[in-house]
């Protein structure tokens, strides 16, 4: 029978692993933007999410534990699903609005996840890694509300009046 710190470590592998598939795809969304602060949004995103991929690994050895990753169909499937919206939308006054829901979709996916593993560290009285958790969750939900900005403010607009917006600022 599992414990919890086992589930813990288990689903820590997983979100490892999702961290480390949108380290390769975050550039190829940003490429894909035609609006400059969706792209910057992208990027800056990007270093964060490397940088949640080194504070993974920290965790892992604050168990005493090797980094390990377990495949994520989960975020495999947001990742190739981001795919056919950008190949569906490309040279489309859509593609922000669609690279903002791909986006979004992987967002929320991280947010449930460092949610529940901040829970569960807190309840195996590690708050050194319920922290740390708190850290990456918190900048998830910053790069969900800067994409919902964006959505409102510029992308979706654009989308339903047809502007392509070509590097708008």
Not at 10 to 20: H, K
Not at 142 to 152: G, P, R, S
Request: aromatic letters at 6%; one cysteine or more; a negative charge.
């Amino acid at each position: 029978m599992k414990k919890l710190e086992e589930l813990f470590l288990d689903a820590l592998a997983d979100a490892y692993y999702a961290e480390q598939q949108l380290v390769k795809a975050l550039p190829k969304m940003a490429k894909e933007a035609t609006h400059n602060d969706l792209r910057a949004a992208f990027e800056a995103h990007l270093t964060e999410t490397e940088h949640h991929v080194e504070l993974c690994e920290e965790i892992f050895e604050m168990f005493g534990q090797k980094a390990k990753s377990k495949k994520c169909p989960a975020i495999l499937g947001i990742i190739d699903e981001a795919e056919e919206l950008i190949s569906e939308n490309k040279k489309s006054p859509t593609i922000n609005a669609a690279l903002i829901l791909g986006g979004q979709k992987a967002e929320h996916y991280e947010i449930a996840s460092y949610g529940t593993l901040r829970e569960w560290a807190k309840h195996l009285q590690r708050e050194d890694v319920a922290e740390l958790l708190d850290e990456i969750l918190e900048q998830e939900k910053a790069a969900d509300a800067k994409l919902t900005k964006l959505a409102q403010e510029r992308c979706n607009p654009a989308a339903k009046s047809g502007d392509d917006m070509r590097m708008a600022a």
